[in-house]
């Protein structure tokens, strides 16, 4: 890196780390996402508290994953941009058109139908005729349980949220074992 | 620009590169090492499951990156699609100082006689171009101990009946079992079966000025914070650099293998950290850039001996991909199995390497490393909801009480099952990218089947009160333990390298990884490709007089 400009660090760092950096620094004053508008986000936030629901411990909703979501969305998973912008687009289309009704209105039990549906390609009507239902669930299901049970640092698992639920350790403290196993 | 040229330049500082870098520096030739990747160190990625070698979630922090590098396979649809490296159908291992070696799990398995001997034991397999080596156990047994001497193995051969003949025990004593070591044992033997510690990669005392191991959760997939865990990146690469003979040239992406006009090798084409392209003049040339990036070096290096590229006149570099069909099972219990001692995989059986009724070959089974909560999310019983209130609820319930024994089944070689280059996709560089394709052979399915059964029998022996098998699909599958695209064989007909590596076509070209491998053991392969190393490199130093082969 010795004889990079700063302009290329930040650029390099935004091509590589995720381009964190990179926008927080450019990041208009109107909203809080990286990546969703306010709308997206709300749909986001609705669909993943129902991937991982509240009970005893937090959801996905409460640990933050959206923040993951939205982070990562401008970093290593930007390459997914398109298939969320589409699938969730889709997502509201196909739900005002079955329930006459916002998927985040919907009741409870709704809700889980209707994503059961996008899971097994059998939501009926024409939004998703370019793209497979699956498709979108799967991915933001994988990202889902990446923001609830991945590092902190990503922006989701808020507090370890999941590692508490799990009982496991946190932070990781290096040698530990050489002193408290055998 | 030209380099200065040097007696070898090898491609790749992984398992195998490391080791021909050491074993020729210290025997006084001069060496450019090469690698595509750089070094790293613990710090950078600790503790994070999704930037690990393991999950490769966001990216695989040991290389490739997803920026620069692409290939193809199938879409399905009879068309191809671009995959990046930290997608499952990219077949990754890594690409930095010490390869595989600096993220692996470090199972140290030295392959069975009969692993070398694959047609002679079960006969001529329809669909499969499954051959002998035209090497033996006994051929490779001391260049084994000089790999677990010179890199350090902890293990103890006399619990394992089915363990192979050697001159010397392991130099470090095993590991002792974790909390899942210690149930699976009495039940192994209560199956009438042979358990035994795994022989690692990894100190159990200290050894060469490195320390042993501190039992870390994040083990597989991350490199070690004390280096505990012996790579090339910490044993042989040190050593060679250490000589004032090797350069090292990291960030370095090799696109080709220069061809003079009497059809030898002159030297390598690369591209150097700040993307210049070079050239590396040299009286050998070596390929260690793993078993899908070393075909892809030689059929990007078109000449006009060599229409097909490097040393494929035979129409047989690429062709013949394996990995490991990995199988198994998983049991939930009704206690803590969970201690949190790492890595996790700490025992074994050899009972079904070979000689299984209606199997072809077979493989170990052992428990599995440590297996962290993202990951977890994908073990469930078939028919089980992947997310709601049940997923929560299975994955608190069974994060620490479920155990996983698993186990790589050795592939029979589907001449189909290969690597080809894209007419147009090209990476970053503009070298044009690998296409990969095939299906495994349907008895290695059939051996899945077996194998995971046995898993799920050792399971319910040891008190599982729910099992369930685990079965790979039909796309081959290169990943981690790639190999076989480089076959070595007697006749340059059937095979691209000779015994000891060395390019039937091209007399000062070799290849010392993976890709030389006929058939891949019913085990991971590492140890194999590092005595192989040690075993090309003895050829190089006794039968190179300076200037020609004698
Ligand atoms: C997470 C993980 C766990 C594993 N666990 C085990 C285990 O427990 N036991 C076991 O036996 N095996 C294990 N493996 C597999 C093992 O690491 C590989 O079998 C081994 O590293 C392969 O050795 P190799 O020399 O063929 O290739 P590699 O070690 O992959 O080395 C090839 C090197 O070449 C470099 N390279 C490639 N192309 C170019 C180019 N064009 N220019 C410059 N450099 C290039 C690459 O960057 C790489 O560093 C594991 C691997 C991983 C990633």
Redesign the interface.
């Given at each position: 890196m010795t004889d990079y400009s700063r302009r290329d660090f930040v650029r390099i760092a935004a091509?590589?780390a995720?381009g964190l950096f990179f926008v927080s620094s450019c990041i208009s004053k109107q909203s809080r996402w990286f990546f969703f508008t306010d709308e997206e986000a709300s749909l986001a936030e609705s669909i993943i508290a129902?991937?991982?629901?509240a009970?005893d411990?937090p959801?996905a909703k409460e640990a933050g994953v959206i923040h993951f979501l939205d982070r990562?969305l401008v970093?290593?998973?930007r390459?997914f941009q398109n298939l969320y912008r589409n699938g969730l687009a889709n997502t509201r289309k196909s739900c005002l058109q079955q329930f006459g009704k916002c998927f985040n209105d919907l009741a409870d039990e709704q809700k889980?139908l209707f994503?059961k549906s996008l899971e097994d390609n059998t939501v009926p009507g024409e939004p998703w005729k370019d793209m497979a239902s699956s498709d979108f669930f799967n991915l933001i299901?994988d990202h889902?349980?990446?923001g609830f049970?991945?590092?902190p640092?990503?922006g989701g698992n808020k507090d370890y949220a999941?590692?508490r639920?799990?009982?496991?350790?946190y932070?990781?403290i290096?040698?530990?074992?050489?002193y408290e196993?055998? | 620009m030209a380099n200065k040229k040097v007696n070898a330049v090898i491609i790749g500082a992984g398992a195998g590169g490391g080791i021909v870098a050491k074993e020729l520096a210290t025997a006084g030739f001069s060496v450019v090492l090469l690698e595509r990747g750089r070094w790293h160190t613990f710090n950078e990625y600790n503790n994070d499951e999704l930037i690990s070698q393991r999950s490769n979630a966001l990216t695989c922090p040991f290389g490739p990156d997803n920026e620069k590098y692409r290939r193809t396979v199938p879409d399905g649809k009879g068309g191809w699609r671009v995959v990046v490296p930290n997608e499952w159908p990219y077949g990754n291992n890594a690409g930095c100082v010490g390869g595989g070696t600096l993220s692996y799990g470090a199972m140290a398995w030295r392959f069975m006689p009969e692993d070398f001997a694959m047609k002679k034991t079960y006969g001529h397999v329809e669909g499969s171009t499954l051959e002998d080596w035209p090497l033996s156990y006994d051929d490779l047994e001391s260049f084994y101990e000089k790999a677990e001497y010179e890199i350090g193995v902890s293990g103890d051969p006399s619990l394992n009946p089915f363990a192979p003949a050697r001159q010397k025990p392991y130099p470090m004593p095993p590991f002792p079992y974790n909390r899942e070591g210690n149930m699976l044992e009495p039940s192994a033997r209560r199956l009438g079966l042979h358990p035994f510690p795994i022989p690692m990669l990894r100190n159990s005392v200290f050894y060469q000025g490195r320390s042993p191991c501190i039992h870390m959760r994040t083990c597989i997939g991350y490199a070690c914070p004390v280096n505990a865990k012996a790579g090339s990146q910490n044993t042989v690469i040190p050593v060679a650099l250490k000589t004032g003979n090797c350069r090292l040239l990291t960030n370095c992406k090799v696109s080709e293998i220069i061809i003079d006009e009497r059809g030898r090798a002159s030297g390598i084409r690369y591209f150097d950290a700040q993307d210049k392209a070079k050239t590396q003049p040299a009286d050998l040339v070596i390929l260690c850039a793993g078993a899908t990036e070393t075909a892809r070096l030689l059929l990007n290096s078109k000449s006009n001996l060599f229409p097909n590229g490097a040393a494929n006149n035979s129409g047989w570099v690429g062709h013949n991909l394996q990995g490991h069909a990995y199988c198994g099972a998983i049991g939930l219990f009704g206690e803590e199995v969970y201690d949190d001692a790492g890595p996790g995989a700490c025992i074994a059986i050899n009972d079904f390497n070979h000689h299984n009724p209606g199997i072809l070959g077979g493989g170990l089974l052992a428990n599995e490393f440590i297996r962290q909560p993202y990951l977890f999310t994908g073990l469930r019983p078939p028919g089980h909801a992947r997310w709601g209130k049940e997923h929560k609820v299975f994955q608190r319930d069974y994060f620490k009480k479920h155990i996983s024994v698993v186990g790589p089944i050795q592939e029979m070689p589907v001449f189909t099952n290969q690597v080809t280059i894209d007419p147009a996709v090209k990476d970053y560089w503009g070298i044009p990218v690998l296409r990969i394709s095939g299906y495994r052979h349907e008895k290695d399915l059939e051996g899945c089947d077996f194998l995971a059964s046995k898993a799920e029998m050792w399971l319910r022996e040891t008190g599982a009160h729910t099992t369930w098998k685990m079965i790979p699909g039909k796309e081959t599958g290169a990943g981690q333990h790639q190999a076989g695209t480089c076959r070595m064989g007697n006749d340059p007909k059937t095979s691209v390298t000779n015994t000891h590596g060395q390019a039937h076509e091209i007399d000062n070209l070799f290849v010392a990884d993976g890709s030389l491998h006929v058939t891949n053991g019913g085990f991971n392969p590492v140890l194999t490709i590092m005595a192989l190393a040690y075993w090309v490199s003895a050829y190089i130093k006794k039968e190179w007089n300076g200037t020609r082969f004698k």
């Open positions: 091509a590589g995720g129902c991937l991982i629901p009970d411990f959801g990562q970093g290593y998973h390459r889980i994503l299901l889902t349980m990446q049970y991945g590092s640092r990503h999941s590692y639920m799990l009982q496991l350790d932070p990781l290096i040698g530990r074992h050489k196993t055998d | -």
